[in-house]
């Protein structure tokens, strides 16, 4: 146990020097609980998850009551590329289903789909969030993490990953000891919290703090740290796991309205250079990531110089969804935008 403890902590060592924009994977997968293996079942288990999808694919987690899709809701069916079952081990509830449904829906064919029906796809490049949160119990305020609290963290996540997000926790060494306090983080402190903060290389940096104000009532305030902005919200429920919940539901709202493209009927030309690229590997990276781009419909090379090159990218979203992707990258960094689109690569 030591020893897979030991390695733990690396790795979250390692991830904390490399944290940046993620690339989300499992975006077109989901599953849903489901009574039985008959149809009859399966049919409304594959809309279930095809919801979870387009919530996860476009940032809009009411994304089900847009009439102008309703198309694509008849027949959900027409878009799985897979499925199976899976015995579901852990049960919070004893009469809940031990029966789970993962569906895989066709990335290309769902894509065209939201596409023609005018709808915009947030791409797999996503921000990263590195989360602080206090709570009080019994007149003790307390940093929440793994050792001491699992269940707010688990709630946490899984509710980032539903809305196709991904959190970062801290590791609570001596390093965070020495920057920041559970004050810090109870008082919305601004300073410590970005200084504690900046060693995970986050695009986003959430904290909250969670409150029993009665035997019937919770409350969350939250904090979220993005671009510059500071934007604070609340909540208030009967139970802990609901306000937290919906302090990640906002804060997905939150950017989901910062980084997702909302206008995907603008196709824009752009003419992009690319400098420091010395010698073919690094050209092949260059061309393979802006291939991956989600908005970038299609790459073309103009013209090859001695150490940079010229593209042109049909781009969806025109040019501020491109900048706002290449940002979150950590590919290319922008060097001009007035006369020529001007990115170097980085390292």
């Given amino acids: 146990m ?3 403890i030991t390695i733990l902590a690396f790795l979250l060592a390692l991830l904390a020097q490399q944290a940046h ?14 009574l039985d293996e008959s149809a009859s079942a399966r049919t409304p288990a594959i809309k279930k998850a095809f919801i979870e999808v387009l919530v996860k694919l476009t940032g809009d987690r009411t994304i089900s009551k847009r009439a102008d899709i309703n198309t694509l809701f008849e027949r959900p069916e027409g878009f799985v590329q897979q499925f199976r079952y899976r015995q579901v081990t852990d049960q919070d509830e004893q009469n809940s289903p031990s029966l789970a449904l993962w569906v895989q829906f066709d990335e290309a064919a769902l894509n065209e789909g939201l596409r023609n029906n005018g709808v915009a796809i947030w791409g797999k490049e996503r921000p990263s969030i ?3 949160l206090a709570y009080e119990k019994n007149n003790v305020r307390r940093l929440v993490s793994f050792d001491e609290s699992p269940e707010f963290l688990n709630l946490l996540h899984k509710g980032a990953s539903a809305r196709g997000l991904s959190l970062l926790s801290p590791l609570f060494d001596l390093e965070d000891s020495s920057r920041i306090s559970v004050s810090d983080v109870w008082g919305g402190f601004k300073e410590p919290i970005i200084n504690a903060s900046n060693r995970y290389q986050a ?3 959430l904290a909250g ?3 029993q104000l009665s035997a019937t009532l919770w409350q969350s305030d ?4 993005m671009d510059d902005q500071t934007i604070n919200w609340s909540s208030q429920a009967e139970l802990s796991d609901i306000v937290l919940e919906e302090g990640i539901e906002e804060l997905a709202d939150r950017i989901a309205a910062q980084y997702a493209n909302t206008d995907s009927t603008l196709t ?8 420091d690229i010395n010698n073919v590997d690094e050209y092949a990276r260059a061309l393979s990531y802006l291939e991956s781009v989600q908005s970038i419909k299609s790459v073309q090379v103009k013209r090859v110089f001695s150490n940079n090159v010229l593209f042109e ?3 969806r979203g025109g040019l501020t969804a491109f900048e706002q992707s290449v940002a979150l990258g950590k590919t290319l960094n922008l060097v001009s935008n007035t006369e020529q689109l001007t990115y170097r690569l980085l390292p």
């Fill in 222 to 225: 939250w904090s979220a740290y």
């Fill in 268 to 275: 824009e030309t752009i003419e992009l250079r690319v400098t």
């Fill in 203 to 205: 695009d986003v940096v």
């Fill in 21 to 34: 924009a993620i690339q989300v994977s499992g975006l077109y997968q989901a599953t849903v609980p489901v």
């Fill in 2 to 4: 030591k020893f897979r």
């Fill in 313 to 315: 990218l049909v781009n």
């Fill in 130 to 132: 590195v989360v602080w």
């Fill in 209 to 211: 703090k969670l409150v």
